[in-house]
């Protein structure tokens, strides 16, 4: 039997969902959040979100 989780149960996958979201909210609104901040609060998340990881995905 295989361990892990389906990836719409990852909250990296959900992570990286919301800030396409943001990218489109951002391109339709003309409010823009710096592109260095959000490649550099993503990198954060994703690498916190990485350290509390315990499962695959599969």
């Not at 389906?6 to 979201?21: L, R």
């Not at 550099?40 to 350290?51: K, P, Q, T, W, Y």
């Given at each position: ?11 990296t996958?959900w ?15 003309g409010?823009?959040v ?15 979100l ?9």
């Amino acid at each position: 039997m295989q361990t892990g989780k389906k990836f719409w149960q990852s909250k990296t996958f959900w992570v990286n969902a919301v800030s396409i979201v943001g990218i489109v909210v951002q391109s339709q609104t003309g409010f823009v959040v710096p592109v260095e901040l959000q490649a550099a609060l993503l990198g954060v998340i994703n690498a916190g979100l990485r350290l509390i990881t315990s499962e695959p995905i599969v």
